[in-house]
């Protein structure tokens, strides 16, 4: 198996060709709906990714925002690109050691899925020819682009599919390897060491889809694969892994379709509706109730061969069914699970006999209400049966949250790049490149050690805020007095809890708001216990850090309060404590914790329930006042 990654991070520098923010919004102040068509690209062919595209003859709606401008809805030439989107696309580079291009150019690429206003992308190349070391292997870098984000799909139908305008346009700096990664864990290595080099720089945007990858796998006698918009870092194991098992699936089904000479019987399809006028459930029945076509396509030699690949979950039978579905369809019936969905066993034999098969054919259904849109769907069957005798198509699949990944449309190619016309280049000079040289970051390796020499942090804390993001905060906060530890499980595990906030994403605290969270802890306003609460509080809305407390109701409990809590929680279960002693502590932490409520720190409320079993306990031995009756 081979692996290779493309690494996409959102920059926070403003849009890339408008001087808007880089900020979402889940308010809608408008639409416009347009329809696209695929242009030639520079050597006048056309990608047949953007043919497909176009051929489903969807429209689009673009819903605007607060913050969206008229170059993003295509109505006026792009603003100079952003400097300071340059300048983290080339200390990245630097940091990669890569060699940056004499002059950016920057390209359109052709894009009509409706995620771009314009049905191009604008993408520049950077930087090319770098190195990445990880875990003692070096790993190629290819190149460092540039590009504007896409719009933000918000929902879709069959006819029509609604994006927001307020992603589009924010830049995306892209790093792509070369297909030298081996399994599924060293792509996922890969991947967040590229990441940490784009936080390193300050520059990168947090919150849901900030980050994203694509996966291209490919395995021996099989075809590259893109999996596209993986946003979730631990899961990169998981589709890389499943697209091999994929893959060699898919190729052991190949060979015996070989050695049994199948092939694929090509259109017209024939209806054969009249033969199912009796299936009254199942997915045909809407389709035979209103008098609908039934297509069918003949796949001699591919009995048994459409179900699950034996050891496995994969099955031919789903690829088919994906192509249906990106056609419009809700899918496909198979002859492999005949009889079932309604059609009966006489039912399969009349099909068969119609379709004179023999006992290794195969054949497949499609049933709509529109003739059209199955014949469509039979064509990129049948095309994707074709290519299952020759072994594993290039296509662009989809990640599923379960792991599994689907067809989306073909593979793109060179044909969709052509030059953008309303850029000027941009000559980068030697100067400019020793000015980012001079200010390099950190690099994350050496930050990590760092942390744990200078600080006393775990070296499993210290990845957590290097590799998550949270490096400068936590120092900051720790320059500014508080402790390490402290810090350190704010940022990385109470601040990371936060739900998030719709379509905005998760709430992102300043450093002043956490500076003056740790500070009443650190004064004993609040117990460390009561942090989440007051974060949430925050998210919610609390004007300040102040407001948030009081919302939560966790300030004002003094040492006296606290330590005659402890006393009433000992009363209410001293027969308990007269009989364990010491050892009745661990069940009345838990009750004394939630009387608490994260008022107090939990070392503090410990110390006072240890003091009151003490006392009780005292109060109750044989030579104290308290224990005459």
């Known amino acids: 198996m081979k692996v290779g990654l493309e690494v996409h991070q959102q920059l926070a520098t403003g849009k890339l060709f408008c001087r808007c923010p ?68 080339l200390t990245l580079a630097l940091l990669l050691d890569a060699r940056p291009v004499d002059e950016v150019e920057v390209m359109r690429k052709i894009v009509v899925d409706g995620s771009n206003t314009s049905g191009f992308q604008r993408t520049a190349l950077v930087a090319v020819g770098g190195t990445l070391e990880v875990g003692g292997r070096r790993h190629e870098i290819l190149s460092i682009c540039l590009e504007e984000d896409a719009a933000r799909k918000v929902r879709e139908s069959p006819t029509e599919v609604v994006y927001r305008l307020d992603r589009l346009g924010i830049p995306l700096v892209e790093v792509a390897t070369g297909p030298d990664i081996g399994s599924g864990p060293e792509a996922r290595e890969v991947a967040e060491e590229i990441g940490a080099l784009m936080r390193a720089t300050g520059k990168a945007r947090r919150g849901i889809g900030a980050t994203r990858e694509d996966l291209n796998v490919s395995v021996e006698g099989g ?50 509706a009249p033969l199912l006028d009796g299936t009254t459930t199942g997915p045909l029945a809407p389709t035979t109730r209103r008098g609908g076509p039934v297509l069918a396509l003949v796949l001699p ?8 690949v034996p050891g496995t979950d994969e099955r031919l039978g789903r690829e088919l069914a994906d192509q249906a579905r990106a056609v419009g369809l809700r899918g496909l019936i198979h002859s492999d699970e005949l009889p079932g969905y309604g059609v009966n066993a006489p039912e399969v034999e009349r ?4 379709l004179e098969l023999g006992e290794q054919d195969a054949f497949v259904l499609v049933a709509d209400a529109s003739a059209e849109r199955s014949e469509r769907a039979l064509r990129q069957i049948e095309a994707r049966a074709r290519a299952a005798i020759e072994g594993i198509p290039g296509e662009t699949r989809d990640p599923l949250p379960d792991g599994r990944t689907r067809y989306s449309r073909p593979l793109p190619g060179r044909h969709r790049m052509y030059p953008e016309t309303d850029t000027p280049p941009i000559p980068i000079s030697a100067e400019r490149i020793d000015r980012l040289r001079r200010a390099l970051p950190e690099r994350p390796s050496a930050r990590l050690a760092r942390l744990v020499a200078e600080r006393g942090l775990s070296r499993e804390q210290a990845r957590q805020l290097v590799y998550g993001g949270f490096a400068d905060t936590f ?3 720790a320059v500014r007095g508080h402790g390490p530890t402290l810090v350190a499980r704010l940022l990385v595990q109470d601040v990371p809890s936060l739900p998030p906030r719709g379509d905005a994403g998760p709430f992102e605290p300043t450093v002043d708001q956490l500076d003056a969270i740790l500070a009443a802890a650190n004064a004993g306003r609040i117990g460390k216990e009561g942090i989440p609460r007051v974060l949430d509080a925050l998210a919610r809305g609390a004007s300040d850090v102040d407001a948030a407390i009081a919302s939560t109701g966790l300030e004002g409990l003094s040492s006296e309060a606290l330590m005659a809590l402890a006393d009433r929680v000992v009363r209410d ?13 661990s069940p009345l932490m838990g009750d004394l914790m939630r009387e608490v409520r994260g008022r107090r720190d939990g070392r503090e409320v410990a110390e006072a329930l240890r003091r009151a079993i003490a006392n009780a306990l005292e109060r109750s031995s044989p030579g104290s006042a308290g224990g005459h009756g």
């Open 223 to 272: 075809h590259r694969i893109e999996i596209k918009g993986v946003q979730e870092l631990r899961k990169i194991t998981e589709y890389v892994d499943g697209e091999d098992a994929r893959q060699k699936a898919l190729l052991t089904v190949r060979d015996r379709l070989r050695l049994r000479g199948a092939k694929v019987r090509p259109g017209p399809y024939p209806d054969l």
């Open 573 to 585: 279960h001293l027969p308990m404590v007269r009989a364990r002693g010491p050892e009745s502590f």
């Open 475 to 477: 120092e900051t906060l």
């Open 301 to 308: 030699g591919f009995a048994g061969l459409l179900g699950p």
């Open 351 to 354: 099909l068969r006999a119609r």
């Open 22 to 89: 880089s900020e979402l919004s889940d308010r809608s102040d408008g639409s416009f709906v347009r329809r696209l068509r695929p242009s030639q690209g520079e050597d006048r062919a056309v990608d047949p990714a953007a043919a497909f595209e176009a051929s489903l003859g969807r429209s689009y709606r673009y819903e605007t925002g607060p913050v969206d401008c008229l170059v993003e809805m295509d109505e006026e030439p792009p603003r100079p690109l952003s400097d300071g989107a340059l300048d983290v696309a």
